[in-house]
């Protein structure tokens, strides 16, 4: 067999592979979206108390798909889905609050956010360059972020600063997961590549929920 054709052969199963992926990736991700709002809208009279137990409770159905990933392609979609319900519970108060107060501040940081993750994750996607220090480096900055916000939180305009260095941290880390997404090779590993553009998409955006409520 000519090792032209063979290559060839492996070349366009390899891009049908990485396509099927994509287009799995983001299907989970639209569910989780899904799955999310109507989160938000069975949450919405709910108490912050509850709201913190859905939180928890979302991030342990996220540590549980690293362990059913290895065992069950069914337990870890529907992880997957009960992770974006809880946490559509958990932010359900906060995102009735602006419902009320500022609807207009959600649609302005809904708009900004599908940017966002459309420019970043382009790049990310297309772009030849390894990625993988700069999502080390980002996790780690976040990290730092989180302490930033422990400690410096009285600090005057600390919210702003933290939602600015924030959007820079996640642009970081959606390229990385977009690169991550194109680079696999496992289709089972869609269900936690969707969660991690998931929560990407998410945290920023909160961060620009924050930076649009304080211009309103």
Same mark, same amino acid.
């Given at each position: ?29 639209? *569910?989780? *979206? ?40 069914? +337990?870890?979609?529907?992880?997957? +889905?009960?992770?974006?319900? +809880?946490?559509?519970? *958990? ?67 600390? &919210?702003?600063?933290? &939602? ?8 970081? +880390? ?43």
């Amino acid at each position: 067999m000519n090792p032209s054709y063979s290559q060839a052969g492996f070349g366009a199963a390899t891009a049908d592979r990485t396509r099927t992926l994509f287009g799995q990736v983001m299907w989970y991700v639209a *569910a989780t *979206a899904g799955v999310f709002a109507l989160g938000s809208y069975l949450g919405r009279d709910l108490s912050h108390g509850v709201a913190f137990v859905a939180y928890i409770a979302g991030f342990a159905c996220l540590m549980g798909m690293n362990f059913a990933v290895r065992r069950s392609a069914g +337990l870890t979609t529907g992880l997957l +889905l009960a992770f974006g319900l +809880l946490f559509g519970v *958990a932010l359900a108060p906060t995102l009735t609050y602006y419902a009320a107060t500022s609807p207009q501040v959600l649609w302005q940081a809904g708009g900004a956010t599908a940017l966002f993750i459309a420019g970043f994750g382009s790049f990310g996607y297309a772009t030849r360059r390894d990625l993988s220090g700069i999502g080390r480096v980002c996790f780690g900055a976040l990290l730092v972020l989180i302490l930033f916000v422990l400690i410096f939180v009285h600090i005057p305009h600390a &919210s702003l600063i933290y &939602s600015i260095l924030g959007l820079v941290i996640f642009a970081g +880390l959606t390229m990385f997961d977009f690169q991550r997404l194109r680079r696999s090779k496992n289709m089972d590993s869609a269900p936690l590549i969707a969660a991690s553009i998931f929560l990407d998409a998410l945290n920023v955006f909160l961060f620009f929920l924050r930076i649009f409520s304080r211009s309103n």
